[in-house]
Nanobody, 116 residues
Framework: QVQLVESGGGLVQAGGSLRLSCAAS????????MGWYRQAPGKQRELVAT???????NYADSVKGRFTISKDSAKNTVDLQMNSLKPEDTAVYYC??????????WGQGTQVTVSS
């Protein structure tokens, strides 16, 4: 059973920055993609950013230019650097990983709250 553990959420003022980190309990060399999703109250879960095994990245239009996703295969982590945060970025952020053999896994989520 693979575990994904997020950290780094919290409360920040608009314009501030946070860095989320997701640690996998196993090697991420066997993933085809990893990423971050978020879910705000009353809304559906939405994609924030993904990175493929080859290093290709994809971002939601709403975060382009402000968020950066990165992975460290040696540490089995995927991070999300969030700059210029806005109140509308407030949500629970979930780490996601698609493993070739084990399938899809989600973390438990970490709360990000941006005050205006």
């Amino acid at each position: 059973q693979v575990q994904l553990v997020e950290s780094g959420g919290g409360l920040v003022q608009a314009g501030g920055s946070l860095r989320l980190s997701c640690a996998a309990s196993t090697s991420i060399f066997s993933t085809t993609a990893m990423g971050w999703y978020r879910q705000a109250p009353g809304k559906q879960r939405e994609l924030v950013a993904t990175v493929t095994s080859g290093g290709l990245t994809n971002y939601a239009d709403s975060v382009k230019g402000r968020f950066t996703i990165s992975k460290d295969s040696a540490k089995n982590t995927v991070d999300l650097q969030m700059n210029s945060l806005k109140p509308e970025d407030t949500a629970v952020y979930y780490c996601y990983a698609r493993f070739i053999f084990q399938g899809d896994y989600w973390g438990q989520g970490t709360q990000v709250t941006v005050s205006s």
